[in-house]
């Protein structure tokens, strides 16, 4: 990761700018391709991977992130003084609103979400008006609340804000698996339990341990020292 983000430092922001459409038609491919060809690829209830030779899989919503703030950049330098008016701001939450509906239906609410602020926070940097960004989120909490009384939103998602804002009591089920990183985390203690030595990870109790919740695999074995 350090070598490839040494390497994209150093490309000339002008080729990123040429570049950002084709990456941008890129992502939204992967995307269409997630929805129609792997759309029967279900991994835990959901369809956002496409499936390669050898056992490996590829989620294009991660380069879509990365080929949206791009084109946002090349989009918003073209827009200038125009992004704070409600005409430019609606042309930039177009660039957004394509992979946010795609990531969506796969269903992946939290990363369409993460499409979401990054562009509340370049059009705030490239100058729209509060005004019009403030009515922007009443508008987003009225459709939320719709698709909350509509049960457009599945259960689980319900029931993961419920817990959080502790509304409804946790399960072992519903919790599980916040409830096993926990343990992990705090079995590392201060030094942890040595390489390859923690429970929690090589008997396989955290869920994803190699992806989302690596960072317990870190704290079981090398304690806080290694966290920090």
Not at 84 to 100: E, K
Not at 122 to 132: F, P, S, T
Not at 135 to 162: G, H, P
């Amino acid at each position: 990761a350090l070598v490839l983000m040494y390497v994209v430092g150093g490309i000339d922001v002008n080729n990123s700018r040429r570049a950002s459409i084709v990456m941008y038609l890129i992502a939204l491919f992967g995307l269409i391709l997630v929805a129609t060809v792997f759309r029967h690829a279900d991994i835990k209830g959901a369809s956002r991977w496409i499936v390669l030779p050898g056992g490996f899989q590829l989620q294009p919503s991660e380069f879509a992130k990365i080929a949206v703030i791009v084109t946002m950049a090349h989009y918003l330098s073209q827009l200038r003084g125009r992004i704070a008016t409600w005409g430019g701001l609606m042309q930039s939450l177009i660039v957004v609103g394509i992979p946010f509906l795609l990531v969506a239906a796969q269903p992946d609410l939290t990363t369409a979400l993460v499409f979401l602020c990054i562009w509340f926070a370049m059009v705030l940097i490239a100058g729209a008006r509060w005004q019009h960004l403030t009515l922007m989120i009443v508008a987003c909490a009225l459709l939320a609340t719709f698709a909350w009384k509509s049960n457009v939103l599945r259960q689980y998602q319900k029931d993961r804000v419920l817990v959080l804002v502790g509304l409804k009591k946790s399960d072992k089920k519903l919790n599980y698996q916040s409830d096993q990183a926990a343990i992990a985390v705090g079995a590392g203690g201060f030094t942890g339990q040595g390489w390859n030595k923690g429970i929690q990870n090589t008997g396989n109790w955290v869920p994803e341990n190699q992806t989302d919740f690596i960072f317990t695999v870190i704290a079981e074995e090398s304690g806080f020292v290694g966290s920090v």
